[in-house]
């Protein structure tokens, strides 16, 4: 399985992104897709998380109330909205897919390429 991440790039602080990540194959409603980040010299980070089939959302306190996952059933798409973008959001964005429900990065079995987020002005 491989999952296409795009809609990286630089944005000023307070200003928006949204990414995306498409599965090559059917996502099913068992499956979990999540949202990480990783910066250099640093463990890869829990970002956000949404179950397939219930639509449940599950964020980390440091984004939450700013991100927004979502999930396209027909498009086999997930989402990431991420507003309010402050300069300790810049870091490489992955997005995963597993089993069940993880804030654990090891728990996901297919990944994302990664792409760059730089919130600088």
């Known amino acids: 399985v491989q999952l296409q991440a795009s809609g990286g790039g630089l944005v000023q602080p307070g200003g928006s992104l949204r990414l995306s990540c498409a599965p090559s194959s059917r996502t099913f409603s068992s499956h979990v897709m999540a949202w990480f980040r990783q910066v250099p010299g640093k463990e890869r980070e829990f970002v956000a998380a949404?179950?397939?089939?219930?639509?449940?959302?599950y964020y980390a306190g440091s984004v939450k109330g700013r991100f927004t996952v979502s999930r396209s059933s027909a498009e086999n798409t997930m989402y990431l909205q991420l507003n309010s973008l402050k300069p300790d959001d810049s870091a490489v964005y992955y997005c995963a897919r597993a089993n069940g429900y993880s804030t654990y990065w090891r728990d996901y079995l297919y990944w994302g390429q990664g792409i760059l987020v730089t919130v600088s002005s």
């Open positions: 949404i179950r397939w089939g219930t639509g449940a959302e």
